[in-house]
């Protein structure tokens, strides 16, 4: 009988950035205090499960996420590049407000291209470096349970090639929030089923309320 695998890709919590910068794979982004929070949150709500390998982003953000959950099983953080936040051209931009970014004449020549996208990373990267990472965490933790703690896009991009859709989206759309769960569960090395869940949703709530 084939073994039962579950693969769960954890996004980042909360990170302090009060001027609103696209900070993508710029280092010196640490987790707010609410962010801190949310660490701490998912790592009491899975502490019961039987996770026996843990992955992680190199940026810091993600590394001070998986902290709490190393913590919690005993674990090393195992850092993979594959796991880093999509790549930007807009980096270092103040991000505003919605869709601010792109009504600035200066930036419209990088979206002629939203199936791409032409700003940033091609979606068809992001997914095979996160397939990959999803197939080594899934074989490493056979029969048990493995946490890669990640980002947004790459997140959704992996999400979205699991369940036969198209790459390119709307990113108001996406289901990734803050310190949100996606698991993969897997019957040997065949993917059955993907769940969604937020353990801080709580927490991110009342951040969104705040911000109102």
Request: hydrophobic share 40%; aromatic share 8%.
């Amino acid at each position: 009988m084939a073994e039962t695998t579950v693969v769960h890709l954890l996004r980042h919590g909360e990170v302090h950035n009060p001027e609103g910068i696209l900070y993508g794979r710029l280092p010196g982004y640490h987790l707010s205090e609410t962010g801190r929070q949310m660490a701490d949150m998912v790592a009491k709500t899975v502490a019961g499960r039987d996770v026996v390998a843990l992955y992680s982003s190199p940026l810091e953000r993600a590394q001070e996420t998986a902290a709490p959950l190393a913590a919690a099983f005993g674990l090393v953080v195992e850092a993979d590049d594959r796991l880093v936040e999509a790549g930007n051209l807009l980096e270092g931009s103040t991000s505003g407000e919605g869709l601010e970014l792109l009504r600035r004449p200066r930036n419209y020549r990088y979206f002629y291209n939203p199936w791409k996208p032409s700003w940033g990373e091609p979606y068809l990267l992001i997914r095979e470096r996160m397939r990959s990472i999803v197939e080594d965490a899934r074989a490493a933790a056979r029969g048990h349970e493995a946490v890669l703690v990640s980002h947004q896009l790459p997140i959704w991009t992996i999400r979205m090639a699991a369940e036969g859709r198209r790459l390119w989206h709307d990113p108001r759309r996406r289901q990734c929030a803050l310190a949100s769960l996606t698991s993969f569960t897997f019957d040997g090395g065949r993917l059955i089923s993907i769940g969604y869940s937020e353990p801080a949703g709580s927490l991110d709530r009342r951040r969104r309320t705040r911000g109102a």
